[in-house]
């Protein structure tokens, strides 16, 4: 890294899971592969009466727990002599004097610091605000970033405060917001595909691409979250997020450069061309037992899946629906992408009807197959017939040496470069809940629209959603390979 001053990553909400599952073993990746600043510290912040021995010991067993293969207790020992704890309360201003002192006296000089919100977002603002009144804000002796977490808002008029509260201290860009599906190298890989490539991209637009599809399925149950997941459902926990910033990168037009705004414009100007989304073009589902699942509202009528399609309004696009889906509780995980080709305009072919012949179909494996497929039709040998055949790209076989990092660990090397392309801007975010916003204040207010379907676990969903598609005569694709498939 060339800039050589020490950089100190403060985390508050250092005793919690994300920083446990997530950012610990994200910085010591980053440290083990020697890409973090030579001089750095971790300095956790959290209310627990705990010291810096106790704080070394829970993350150690979290890494030997949850990423064993990436432990090696040598490289752990040198590494934990760098985190050390502050015990304060978020709420309470003399803790983040408390703070700064110790972090004067670790730096020994002038330094940089990251900021990471680790916490409930209850306390997103009051960390801030407490940040700016210590003077722990102002960059002249390095620089001073935030990295908040999701969930940012619970609705625009929520995020749009929130953005100005942390805009009232932080200028834009110190502050970066995580969406960590930016940070999966399939995800970055989507501008690549399009714009390092010449042959896709003549035919991404209305006149040969029929419609796209976008899904993101999970197997798992909402587990122990129902306390924050009851209050968000999936819209504000997959689509307003994960999945508008995937429809970002499949849809929005090539930036000249890869500078932050530049990406982050052309996806602005994406998002303000989506038609408000059509309600009657939504389902919704809950699968069953989630009003069993500890933590749940008695009758709760939150989504824990949702299917709806939008249009977008631009020259490109114009015509052309996207379909996104994602839920829990479902038949497998599966994040995956799909463009669906045009029929080709007149079939010659003696003995072939428009009904035998398959559309070409690109599948971008977002996970957990990594990789991309390339459906078309070939001739049957020894026969006039045609099948579909794939072509495949899998990152397991084409880049055996290199593993796929952690979304984490791609994100917070890119915070300590300066480099805000794959962070939200405040923006967009808005933009996204503008468009998710109706749909929700719909499905909340008026429980009759549309009805909330219940669905089997370990299903593909309600089978409402395979009708939104039905009523063009479209079906859901799914064509990336899965290990659970065989
Ligand atoms: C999080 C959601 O942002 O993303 C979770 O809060 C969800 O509910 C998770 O399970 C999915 O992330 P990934 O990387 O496992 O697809």
């Known amino acids: 890294m060339s800039d050589t001053k020490p950089t100190t990553f403060i985390i508050f909400g250092a005793s919690?899971?994300?920083?446990?599952?997530?950012?610990?073993?994200?910085?010591?990746?980053?440290?083990?592969?020697?890409?973090?600043?030579?001089?750095?510290?971790?300095?956790?912040?959290?209310?627990?009466?705990?010291?810096?021995?106790?704080?070394?010991?829970?993350?150690?067993?979290?890494?030997?727990?949850?990423?064993?293969?990436?432990?090696?207790?040598?490289?752990?020992?040198?590494?934990?002599?760098?985190?050390?704890?502050?015990?304060?309360?978020?709420?309470?201003?003399?803790?983040?004097?408390?703070?700064?002192?110790?972090l004067l006296k670790i730096e020994a000089g002038p330094g940089n610091r990251l900021y990471y919100l680790a916490t409930s977002p209850s306390f997103f603002v009051t960390i801030v605000e407490s940040l700016?009144?210590?003077?722990?804000?102002?960059?002249?002796?390095?620089?001073?970033?935030?990295v908040v977490e999701k969930p940012f808002g619970h609705d625009l008029a929520s995020a749009k405060s929130l953005n100005n509260a942390i805009q009232a201290v932080f200028a834009e860009e110190q502050i970066y917001r995580i969406d960590h599906y930016l940070g999966k190298e399939t995800a970055q890989n989507i501008l690549y595909f399009r714009f390092a490539n010449t042959i896709f991209e003549p035919v991404w637009n209305r006149n040969y691409v029929d419609n796209v599809q976008i899904?993101?399925?999970?197997?798992?149950?909402?587990?122990?979250?129902?306390?924050?997941?009851?209050?968000?459902?999936?819209?504000?926990?997959?689509?307003?997020?994960?999945?508008?910033?995937?429809?970002?990168?499949?849809?929005?037009?090539?930036?000249?450069?890869?500078?932050?705004?530049?990406?982050?414009?052309?996806?602005?100007?994406?998002?303000?061309?989506?038609?408000?989304?059509?309600?009657?073009?939504?389902?919704?589902?809950?699968?069953?037992?989630?009003?069993?699942?500890?933590?749940?509202?008695?009758?709760?009528?939150?989504?824990?899946?949702?299917?709806?399609?939008?249009?977008?309004?631009?020259?490109?696009?114009?015509?052309?629906?996207?379909?996104?889906?994602?839920?829990?509780?479902?038949?497998?995980?599966?994040?995956?992408?799909?463009?669906?080709?045009?029929?080709?305009?007149?079939?010659?072919?003696?003995?072939?009807?428009?009904?035998?012949?398959?559309?070409?179909?690109?599948?971008?494996?977002?996970?957990?197959?990594?990789?991309?497929?390339?459906?078309?039709?070939?001739?049957?040998?020894?026969?006039?017939?045609?099948?579909?055949?794939?072509?495949?790209f899998h990152y397991r076989s084409s880049f055996k040496g290199n593993s796929l990092p952690d979304a984490y660990e791609r994100l917070l090397l890119d915070a300590v470069k300066g480099d805000a392309s794959l962070f939200t801007r405040a923006d967009s975010i808005e933009a996204a809940w503008a468009l998710m916003d109706p749909v929700i204040n719909c499905w909340e207010e008026d429980k009759t629209a549309p009805p909330m379907i219940t669905y089997p676990r370990g299903s593909w969903g309600p089978t409402e959603a395979d009708e939104l598609l039905a009523r063009t005569g479209r079906v859901w694709r799914h064509a990336c390979s899965h290990p659970e498939e065989g």
């Not at 083990?32 to 705990?50: C, H, S, T, Y």
């Not at 722990?136 to 970033?145: I, L, N, P």
């Not at 749940?296 to 989504?303: M, Y």
């Not at 197959?369 to 072509?391: N, W, Y």
């Open 16 to 102: 919690g899971d994300l920083t446990r599952r997530k950012l610990i073993p994200a910085l010591f990746n980053s440290y083990r592969k020697d890409r973090l600043p030579e001089q750095f510290n971790i300095v956790g912040f959290a209310r627990r009466p705990w010291d810096d021995e106790k704080l070394r010991q829970v993350l150690q067993e979290g890494m030997q727990e949850l990423a064993p293969e990436e432990y090696v207790a040598d490289q752990w020992d040198s590494f934990a002599q760098k985190i050390s704890y502050v015990k304060g309360d978020l709420t309470t201003q003399e803790d983040y004097e408390s703070l700064r002192q110790h």
């Open 132 to 146: 700016g009144k210590a003077n722990m804000v102002a960059e002249k002796d390095g620089w001073r970033r935030v």
């Open 215 to 392: 899904t993101v399925t999970e197997s798992v149950d909402v587990g122990h979250r129902a306390g924050y997941y009851d209050d968000a459902g999936v819209v504000r926990d997959m689509f307003q997020n994960h999945l508008m910033q995937l429809l970002s990168l499949v849809a929005m037009e090539p930036p000249a450069s890869f500078e932050a705004d530049a990406v982050r414009n052309e996806k602005a100007k994406l998002f303000h061309a989506i038609r408000p989304l059509d309600l009657d073009q939504t389902v919704r589902g809950q699968y069953k037992g989630y009003l069993q699942a500890e933590g749940v509202a008695e009758g709760s009528q939150t989504p824990t899946y949702a299917a709806m399609s939008l249009f977008i309004d631009n020259w490109r696009w114009q015509g052309v629906p996207f379909y996104m889906r994602s839920g829990k509780a479902l038949a497998i995980k599966n994040t995956e992408i799909i463009v669906e080709f045009k029929q080709p305009p007149h079939l010659m072919f003696e003995g072939i009807q428009d009904e035998d012949f398959s559309s070409n179909i690109l599948s971008m494996c977002i996970q957990p197959d990594e990789g991309i497929h390339l459906k078309f039709e070939a001739k049957t040998p020894d026969s006039h017939k045609t099948q579909p055949v794939d072509m495949e």
